[in-house]
């Protein structure tokens, strides 16, 4: 059986719920909470600057980069982070897999609030109906692809090789 294979000699542990648990949680919770403070800060900063969409995009890019930057940074920490109980998660084929997917169905659906907060800065002082701001959805693009591919490549290059169980 192909449970039964080693490496270099030693049987293979076998996966744990617990760990898989502890992979799914950990990716989960950073995209969630990546997207959610994204889209509260889009929606708050007009509130905060009462400036027209021009004057104020930058400001949602710059902190759209530094909640991307922050995002990242956890991802890599937690990825390396051995719980009591659960032990470590080990990089491998099978953990590098499930951290894309798992965290593409689970969280990737909270990126919509955001979708929509852009679609209706794309519309600010345009003509009715019409974009005239196709940047907003540029910016959700870049996000999306920070959310759906880095963060879940960086927490999956992050695994430690071998992990020690506390």
């Known amino acids: 059986m192909v449970d039964e294979l080693s490496v270099g000699g030693e ?5 744990r719920q617990k760990t898989l648990a502890l ?24 509130r905060i600057l009462d400036r027209d969409f021009a004057a104020r995009f930058p400001f949602s890019i710059a902190l759209g980069a530094v909640t991307s930057l922050v995002a990242l940074a956890w991802a890599a920490w937690q990825a390396r982070v051995i719980d009591r109980r659960a032990g470590g998660i080990e990089r491998g084929i099978a953990t590098v897999a499930t951290t894309f997917v798992a965290a593409s169905v689970v969280a990737s659906p909270a990126s919509l609030p955001l979708l929509l907060v852009e679609r209706a800065r794309s519309l600010e002082d345009c003509a ?17 692809a920070v959310g759906f ?17 506390a």
């Open 149 to 165: 591919v880095l963060i879940p490549a960086v927490f999956a290059v992050s695994l430690p090789r071998h992990t020690r169980v």
């Open 23 to 46: 992979l799914v949680g950990r990716v989960t919770t950073i995209k969630l909470a990546y997207w959610a403070a994204l889209t509260i800060a889009e929606l708050l900063l007009p």
């Open 128 to 144: 009715q109906g019409v974009t005239c701001h196709f940047e907003a959805i540029w910016l959700w693009v870049a996000l999306f």
């Open 11 to 15: 049987p293979l542990p076998r996966p």
